[in-house]
């Protein structure tokens, strides 16, 4: 086994950069955004979505829904609802 791991480190980066970045955000409300925003931001990327193409989508349309139709935006069903789409223009 290797002695050094850069793969994981590099991946991990960014979190551990993050909290010490974190620790000073203000308000505990602004913290809690803050880690919600990070875990939306994170949820795409893991699905191999574009956290920005998600978050424009989702804010534009958000106004216009309702309660039940939220779960319809999630990462997951975003994603499945993308893949949807993209499979109907190959067609």
């Given at each position: ?68 139709q939220?779960?319809?935006v999630?990462?997951q ?15």
């Amino acid at each position: 086994m290797e002695i050094d791991n850069n793969l994981v480190e590099n991946a991990i980066r960014p979190t551990a950069i993050g909290k010490k970045n974190w620790l000073f955000i203000g308000q505990a409300e602004a913290g809690e955004r803050s880690a919600i925003i990070y875990t939306v931001i994170e949820s795409c990327r893991r699905r191999g979505l574009n956290p920005y193409a998600y978050l424009k989508d989702v804010l534009t349309r958000l106004p216009n829904m309702t309660n039940k139709q939220i779960p319809e935006v999630t990462p997951q069903a975003w994603a499945k609802t993308q893949r949807s789409l993209q499979r109907q223009a190959t067609s």
